[in-house]
């Protein structure tokens, strides 16, 4: 008997997924990705084809699958795409694009030219979701539907349609039109940031970029690192983010005098995250985003030493400053921005800028998409947002919970989306575990 399950996004959630189902050794399994855009792979992330843009995570961590995990160093290297991007070793960071390219060739061989044609891609925008006493039905944009027994939201990070008075991190600067002697005020001091820095680097900007954020803090930088396991139970699991935090440096401290690194002990807790946060009561979670979480960032979610040393010379040479504080008013005369800042710590500071650039990051509400699917499912009571405002709210089988507190058998989630469950579910190490998991449930 053949299964058909409908994904609902083509980025790398929906394609690391559609890859884990196919792969099943049943070959009873069929999968339809519903993706407006033009190819596979084309999320946020890897939809650029600036060079500049790199990997945030070290090539031999990126594979598609957890038991193979050479999987995609092989691939760049078998490709001739190692060579061409100047990689020496699994250490290194590849150039995004290049990922999105490994999504595309990881499932051709299931789509109906290049393979068995158990894959089919629909080129549409999936407008609504809903279940039937038979399976499920995706209502595309165009008015056709899909029937399927099961249905997967993989629709990413969320990105507003809707008008912004600054522009969005994810246009490059030539879609912008950014003069090379334009001051640009950026919104941000994240990865997103060290991106545009890199990109108008790339194109010899001349023009001062000013980096603002709370605290002015840049992402820490990757390095070489030695494997290092954390046991479940010396994590104290329940505690408050202020004990849990306490507990972090207490370990870093001790790592370090063993001649340990502090990443170490930041990768060891990878595995555990989605524990730690799951373990943590409400009100811990809700102290956790107000008052560290921009220090967990910094120190998780790091740099390749590449673009580190490219941030520290547009430093040393005053092309970017890092600002911390907050934008507390814009005013636009003469097409040019000026803006008050109240710096932390000190008075209100005035700017006068040509361009601001909204790099704040991903870590808003899901019914921020454009699409207007995740509204239907919420205005038609399928599901629910979680207390915290930050995603879909999901059970610990990725089942989306509807409006009563149910949670669903047909309708799943999967990557960004379900942040509110699993928190650590951005990069692709975490979310290839939970497409392995789902695929096993479904299958």
Not at 42 to 68: C, K, Q, V, W
Not at 218 to 233: E, K
Not at 297 to 320: N, W, Y
Request: net charge positive; with cysteine; glycine share 10%.
């Amino acid at each position: 008997m053949t299964h058909h399950v409908v994904i609902i996004g083509g980025g790398a959630s929906g394609v690391l997924l559609a890859a884990h189902l196919l792969r099943q050794p049943s070959g009873s399994i069929e999968v339809t990705i519903v993706e407006p855009r033009e190819g596979l792979g084309e999320g946020i992330a890897y939809s650029t084809d600036d060079p500049a843009h790199l990997l945030n995570t070290r090539a031999a961590n990126m594979s598609a699958f957890d038991d193979d995990p050479q999987h995609f160093w092989r691939w760049l290297s078998e490709s001739g795409a190692a060579a061409a991007s100047g990689l020496d070793g699994s250490f290194s960071f590849a150039p995004r694009w290049r990922y999105r390219d490994y999504l595309r060739d990881l499932v051709r061989h299931w789509l109906p030219v290049t393979g068995d044609g158990r894959l089919r891609v629909v080129r549409e925008t999936c407008v609504a979701l809903g279940e039937t006493h038979r399976g499920v039905v995706a209502t595309l944009s165009n008015a056709i539907t899909i029937t399927a027994d099961r249905a997967i939201l993989a629709v990413g990070h969320a990105v507003s349609a809707g008008p912004s008075p600054y522009d969005p991190a994810w246009s490059s600067p030539e879609d912008l039109g950014i003069r090379p002697d334009e001051d640009i005020l950026v919104l941000g001091t994240g990865l997103s940031m060290i991106d545009k820095v890199a990109s108008l680097h790339r194109r010899g900007h001349r023009g001062r970029v000013i980096a603002l954020s709370r605290r002015g803090l840049l992402p820490r930088v990757h390095a070489a690192t030695a494997p290092f396991l954390l046991d479940p139970a010396d994590i104290p699991l329940g505690t408050g983010p202020a004990y849990f935090l306490r507990w972090l440096r207490r370990t870093v401290r001790w790592a370090e005098a063993q001649g340990r690194d502090w990443r170490e002990v930041m990768d060891a807790l990878r595995p555990h995250a989605s524990a730690i946060w799951s373990a943590m009561p409400a009100a811990g979670r809700a102290r956790f985003l107000r008052h560290a979480r921009t220090m967990w960032d910094v120190h998780r979610h790091r740099m390749p030493p590449e673009l580190a040393a490219l941030v520290g010379e547009a430093q040393a040479t005053g092309l970017l400053t890092l600002m911390a504080g907050r934008l507390v008013a814009d005013r636009v005369e003469a097409s040019r921005h000026h803006v008050s800042v109240r710096r932390r710590c000190a008075g209100v500071e005035t700017l006068v800028v040509d361009r601001i650039i909204d790099c704040t990051g991903i870590l808003r509400s899901p019914e921020a998409d454009g699409t207007g699917l995740v509204g239907h499912l919420l205005a038609s009571g399928g599901a629910r947002m979680d207390p915290l405002g930050l995603g879909l709210d999901v059970a610990t089988n990725c089942a989306l919970v509807d409006r009563n507190g149910t949670a669903s058998d047909r309708l799943f989630a999967l990557g960004p989306v379900t942040k509110a469950r699993f928190w650590e579910i951005t990069a692709v190490p975490d979310i290839r575990a939970q497409a392995k998991r789902l695929a096993a449930q479904l299958t």
